[in-house]
Structures are given as structure tokens and as C-alpha cells.
């Protein structure tokens, strides 16, 4: 019922010919891969020729932040509208690093959510706690928050256009990933406070990813758990033969 999601996060890497590139050695590998939903999210400069690169193939693109505004006098901003014009039929937003290093609230969080989705964007909401909230027993709490939050006034119809990416911010390029425990522990977690905030029926409908060290080695430990509906992948996305093996989890 929900189709698992695999999302390649490249962050500030890559130029446009290793951005194509990848997605050229990736073709081939990916296959006849039909029944996972595959995107990838390079920078800004490189998500029309990483669209037109992809075309043709099973693999989607997604933008790694976006404004909320349509146009206007925004220096060095872009919006929903121009990220579907360039290609993107994802976005993420609310990565821990842009609210770690670049102000994003809760409340930015939640008017890009929806400007994103009223555009016709899917959004990749990510929420997360820091390695001292978890120690403080504050993981829920601080979860809890980021997702009523970023979530606030959005309807049921629009909620389909949302994916929770929960990524704990310890695990991000740590090496260090949640125990598959921890992990579906807070899905569920999320997962219920969806049917706390909309319904059973969306809550069992709205996809929930995980995020934070995902390899080849580990993913398929934690696309067993029953709340884990994907994987927001960093460093290993980056790589096509070890992507590859991530989008491959089940073959
Ligand atoms: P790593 O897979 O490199 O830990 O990064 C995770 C992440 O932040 C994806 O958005």
C-alpha cells in the first residue's frame, strides 16, 4: 500500500558533468526497478540536466530546499514553481543542516511545506533529534514538535503529498545509523501522532523514510521493519554502484 521511496540526498557535491555522469552509470544499474520509487536531489545549478539526463528512466528529482514565495524580490532565493519548471517533481525540506546552519524553524518549515505541495510538489518533510536531545529523553517531545509544526494547517488531501523523513541528526554522515530498533520505534512513534493529527486510514497511508548512514550493508535490515517505507541516503548516494544496491534493497 505504500510504495517504498528511495532518495539520494547529494548535498553540495558534485558538478554537472559528475552530476549527469551519475545518473548515466545509474541507469543501466537501476534496470527494470518498478515497484520503488527513486529520486535524487543534486544542487540547485544542476537539476535540469540531471531532469533531462533522467528522462526516460524510473528516476525522479528533487530539489534540496525552496522558498515559499512564487516570485519577487528575493536575491538568491527559488520557488516551488521554478523547481517544476526546471524538472523537480520532489523537494526536501527542513534538513537537519538547514536548520542547524541556516535558521530554518519549524515555522519556515511549514510555509515551505505548503507552498510546495500547492505547487504540485512532493514534499520530504525531515525532522530529527540531536544526539543531546536523545540523551535527555527529549526525543519525542522535540519530534512531536518539528511534526505539528511543520504540518500545521495542512489538510488531509494535502498531506498525501508529504513524505516524513525522520533522519536523528546523530546518525547523519556519522557512520553511526539507529539500531533498526530505534529506528521503528520512532516511525510508529510518528506514525501515531499521523493518526492522532489526521486519521488511521492517512496515517497508514502517508509514507515515513528513514535517514542517516544508510548503506547497502544496512538497508535492507531496516526496510523489514513495518513503519520504515524508505531511506533518505547521503554519502552512499553518491556512488552509483552503492546507490544501486540501496534502490535494490528487495532483489
Ligand atoms: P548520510 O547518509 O551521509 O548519513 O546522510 C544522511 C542525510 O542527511 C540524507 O539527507
Not at 531532469?51 to 519577487?72: F, M, T
Request: negative net charge; hydrophobic residues 45%.
Amino acid at each position: 500500500m505504500r510504495i517504498p521511496l528511495i532518495v539520494g540526498n547529494w548535498k553540495l557535491f558534485k558538478t554537472l558533468s559528475e552530476a549527469t555522469g551519475l545518473i548515466n552509470e545509474l541507469k543501466p544499474l537501476i534496470g527494470e526497478i518498478r515497484d520503488v520509487e527513486i529520486v535524487v536531489a543534486p544542487v540547485f545549478t544542476a537539476i535540469s540536466s540531471v531532469s533531462a539526463a533522467a528522462a526516460g528512466s524510473p528516476i525522479r528529482v528533487a530539489a534540496q530546499d525552496c522558498y515559499w514565495e512564487p516570485e519577487g524580490a528575493f536575491t538568491g532565493e527559488v520557488s516551488p514553481q521554478l523547481l517544476k519548471d526546471a524538472g523537480c517533481s520532489h523537494v526536501i525540506i527542513g534538513h537537519s543542516e538547514r536548520r542547524q546552519y541556516f535558521a530554518e524553524t519549524d515555522a519556515t518549515v511549514n510555509r515551505k511545506t505548503q507552498a510546495a505541495v500547492a505547487a504540485g510538489l512532493t514534499v520530504l518533510m525531515c525532522v530529527g533529534e540531536t544526539l543531546v536531545q536523545r540523551e535527555a529523553d527529549a526525543t519525542f517531545t522535540v519530534l512531536e514538535a518539528q511534526v505539528r509544526g511543520g504540518l500545521e494547517g495542512i489538510s488531509d488531501d494535502l498531506l498525501r503529498h508529504i513524505v516524513i523523513a525522520y533522519e536523528p541528526v546523530w546518525a547523519i554522515g556519522t557512520g553511526k545509523t539507529a539500531t533498526v530498533e530505534q529506528a521503528q520505534e520512532v516511525h510508529a512513534f510518528i506514525r501515531n501522532l499521523l493518526a492522532r493529527l489526521y486519521s488511521q486510514s492517512e496515517a497508514d497511508t502517508t509514507r515515513i523514510v528513514y535517514g542517516g548512514s544508510v548503506k547497502p550493508e544496512n538497508v535492507a535490515g531496516l526496510m523489514s521493519q513495518p513503519d520504515i517505507d524508505g531511506a533518505l541516503v547521503g554519502g552512499a548516494s553518491l556512488k552509483a554502484d552503492s546507490f544501486a544496491k540501496i534502490v535494490g534493497f528487495h532483489v
